[in-house]
């Protein structure tokens, strides 16, 4: 595994509200369960949160489930249905954790889904098969020289503005330790992309541009959201910008979007200096979720968000 995602710890706190419940829900008949002595005497209350959640959890992975609610205000799903929706939607790695800490999964994604109403564009999907229309511009990109403690290896750069407060914060951190962040290449309009794919098909042919450069409409730098890092090549990996962005950059909502060994899955050969900026909530969920793979947890949205979406309890409905 790529040692950016063992070197980040994320901590979870989840506050549990004391609202009256009119039924009996699986989570406090767990709680009975396992709280009953051997001589069947009452059940006690002195279990706690977490034993419970792992209680549900290897009942969700052994698969013996009642059709009953989860007991997740955010959401709909029965114990069943929830199980099918990860089985349908998740792999074999992340399926596994995603079982054992449902109630925390589905709290990330609740907040994403909330997330999605005001800032779209962190979720969406661009790659070699999803395209962003020819005239898509952010309308809030913000010029990066405004920034004068920002070091800037590129002319004209721009990001949208709900970048920067992290940008500005990851930069700081940097520099606390002692590391110099240059930046080579932000925003890129449809046709500046057009230029820079046929640029590179002229020089090397298409098969090979087609490993490291995206066609219009298909780079995550026309959401206003990708960032490469200078010096623009594989040796950026070995300097100690490189090394401390893969340590640390997912603390302040920046992914490596196409890491190491992972062609396969990304489209583009590995890239130590492209990252995107998804938020500090998608980033949690990368890191813990979904194997540190940028990739998959935006396929994962991409197929799921509308099945998801069904089974979200806005606030404002909860009861």
């Known amino acids: 595994m790529n040692p950016i995602f063992s070197a980040i710890v994320f901590t979870t706190v989840w506050a549990t509200t004391q609202t009256e419940i009119l039924m009996v829900s699986p989570l ?8 009953h002595s051997a001589t069947g005497t009452e059940a ?7 034993e419970t959640d792992r209680a549900l959890g290897d009942r969700l992975v052994k698969g013996k489930l009642p059709n009953e609610l989860l007991f997740v205000p955010d959401f709909d799903f029965s114990e069943q249905s929830f199980q099918k929706f990860v089985q349908k939607y998740l792999g074999k790695v992340p399926l596994q954790k995603t079982l054992k800490q449902p109630h925390d999964f ?5 907040a994403v889904i909330e997330q999605e109403d005001r800032e779209p564009y962190l979720s969406l999907l661009v790659d070699k098969t999803h395209s962003l229309p020819q005239n898509y511009a952010p309308k809030d990109l913000v010029p990066l020289k405004n920034y004068p403690m920002l070091k800037l290896a590129g002319k004209e750069l721009q990001l949208r503005a709900p970048v920067i407060p992290d940008l500005l914060k990851m930069n700081e ?15 890129r309009s449809f046709s500046y992309q057009f230029d820079v794919f046929r640029h590179y098909v002229g020089r090397e042919g298409l098969h090979a541009a087609n490993r490291y450069s995206a066609k219009p409409g298909k780079s995550q730098h026309q959401l206003g959201l990708a960032l490469d ?3 623009i090549s594989q ?3 070995g300097t100690a910008a490189g090394n401390w962005l893969l340590a640390n950059a997912l603390q302040y909502g920046f992914s490596l979007s196409y890491p190491e060994g992972r062609e396969a899955t990304t489209g583009y050969i590995y890239e130590p200096w492209h990252y995107r900026y998804v938020g500090p909530l998608i980033a949690k969920l990368i890191a ?3 194997q540190g793979s940028q990739q998959e947890f935006f396929s994962f949205w991409n197929q799921a968000a509308a099945e998801l979406k ?9 009861s």
């Open 235 to 237: 040796a950026f990996a």
């Open 28 to 35: 406090a008949k767990i709680r009975a369960m396992n709280s």
């Open 310 to 318: 069904q089974h979200y309890i806005p606030e404002s409905k909860r």
């Open 173 to 187: 951190a940097a520099k606390a330790d002692g590391v110099s962040l240059s930046l080579g290449s932000a925003y």
């Open 288 to 290: 813990l979720y979904f």
């Open 44 to 50: 006690t209350t002195d279990t706690t949160e977490a």
């Open 229 to 231: 890092f200078f010096p």
């Open 106 to 110: 589905l709290k990330l994604l609740g």
